[in-house]
């Protein structure tokens, strides 16, 4: 049922996803199974997350933090702090999503799990770019590089790089320019080439880009 919902929910199969879900969380419930319950939980915020329902989201990942964190879970834990400062932060509240972010900073510092301590901080210095902070969010970001080039982990990497950029066009509107180009050049996720894009519209105005 879990991996089931997850291929409705991946192909935008919402109300087939929200009824696999359901039931997943009964069984788990009716078994006792709290693992079950806590990934029933997450997996409902996620489906309600790719709606845009993103404060019901929020509910269901607070729910899943409590839960995770009395089973002493440490994945489940982190996951969960990241998706509610993702949620927040699509709904612009970038100081409650960084808030979130640094808990998920000191929970994978205690654990010393390098992979997750990295995505926290580049979510964190992507926050707070957004709020302003460039001196915090290079910090931030320059951890988070070191990370990902010490474990190897190219996605983190190319979206650190994204971010890098964008603090490069505070100061240096030719450097960013030259550093999203690179970008558009030598990847191919769509996400970060249509937000490469997107900068390069905002910083030229080259109409080329704008589609």
Same mark, same amino acid.
């Given at each position: 049922?879990?991996?089931?919902?997850?291929?409705?929910?991946?192909?935008?199969?919402?109300?087939?996803?929200?009824?696999?879900?359901?039931?997943?969380?009964?069984?788990?419930?009716?078994?006792?199974?709290?693992?079950?319950?806590?990934?029933?939980?997450?997996?409902?915020?996620?489906?309600?997350? /790719?709606? %845009?329902?993103? +404060?019901?989201?929020?509910?269901?990942?607070? !729910?899943? $933090? *409590? &839960?995770?964190?009395?089973? =002493? #879970?440490?994945?489940?834990?982190?996951?969960?702090?990241?998706?509610?400062?993702?949620?927040?932060?699509?709904?612009?509240?970038?100081?409650?999503?960084?808030?979130?972010?640094?808990?998920?900073?000191?929970?994978?510092?205690?654990?010393?799990?390098?992979?997750?301590?990295?995505?926290?901080?580049?979510?964190?210095?992507?926050?707070?770019? /957004?709020? %302003?902070?460039? +001196?915090?969010?290079?910090?931030?970001?320059? !951890?988070? $590089? *070191? &990370?990902?080039?010490?474990? =190897? #982990?190219?996605?983190?990497?190319?979206?650190?790089?994204?971010?890098?950029?964008?603090?490069?066009?505070?100061?240096?509107?030719?450097?960013?320019?030259?550093?999203?180009?690179?970008?558009?050049?030598?990847?191919?996720?769509?996400?970060?080439?249509?937000?490469?894009?997107?900068?390069?519209?905002?910083?030229?105005?080259?109409?080329?880009?704008?589609?």
């Amino acid at each position: 049922l879990f991996y089931l919902g997850d291929i409705y929910m991946n192909t935008g199969r919402w109300a087939e996803a929200e009824a696999c879900n359901m039931e997943q969380y009964r069984l788990a419930c009716e078994t006792g199974n709290r693992m079950g319950i806590s990934f029933a939980i997450g997996d409902r915020g996620l489906i309600y997350y /790719g709606q %845009g329902r993103y +404060r019901e989201a929020i509910e269901c990942y607070l !729910e899943k $933090l *409590e &839960i995770s964190e009395s089973m =002493g #879970d440490f994945y489940n834990v982190y996951e969960a702090l990241d998706n509610v400062g993702v949620a927040h932060e699509e709904l612009g509240e970038l100081a409650k999503a960084l808030e979130f972010y640094q808990r998920a900073e000191a929970h994978t510092r205690r654990h010393q799990v390098q992979h997750y301590l990295g995505k926290s901080l580049y979510l964190k210095a992507r926050c707070l770019l /957004g709020l %302003g902070d460039t +001196r915090r969010s290079s910090q931030a970001l320059a !951890e988070a $590089l *070191e &990370i990902a080039r010490d474990i =190897g #982990d190219l996605e983190l990497e190319i979206h650190g790089f994204l971010v890098e950029a964008k603090l490069a066009a505070k100061d240096d509107k030719d450097k960013a320019v030259a550093m999203f180009g690179v970008l558009l050049d030598k990847v191919e996720d769509d996400e970060v080439r249509a937000e490469a894009h997107s900068e390069l519209f905002r910083l030229t105005g080259d109409p080329e880009h704008k589609a």
